[in-house]
């Protein structure tokens, strides 16, 4: 019987992950080649799988879920956010 991989929803918000795990990345790459509105949530043109980690870690750490804009330029590398440090709550 396959095992369902569980996670927090709340990674397929732009800016809401953090630096994500590799289990939540691998999540979020397979999310974003197969749903087109979320890959446009997220700056992403076309679900086409042309989407790179480094693009898909920028927009979970820096996006934000009402600027597109901001995402695309964050996942096309035409924008970098590197200008602070995430540290955790605890």
């Known amino acids: 019987m ?11 918000r732009p800016g809401w992950a953090g630096e994500p ?5 691998e999540v979020l790459t397979r ?14 043109s076309l679900p086409n ?7 898909i870690l920028q927009v979970a750490m820096w996006g934000d879920p009402k ?4 995402n695309a330029a964050l996942a096309h590398q035409q924008y970098t956010a590197n200008t602070g440090v995430q540290l955790p709550l605890f």
């Open 31 to 44: 999310r974003l080649t197969r749903d087109r509105r979320m890959a446009s949530r997220w700056g992403f």
């Open 49 to 55: 799988g042309k989407q790179t980690d480094w693009g």
């Open 67 to 70: 600027f597109q804009a901001l």
């Open 21 to 25: 795990e590799a289990s939540e990345l």
């Open 2 to 12: 396959p095992t369902k991989t569980t996670y927090d929803k709340r990674i397929l």
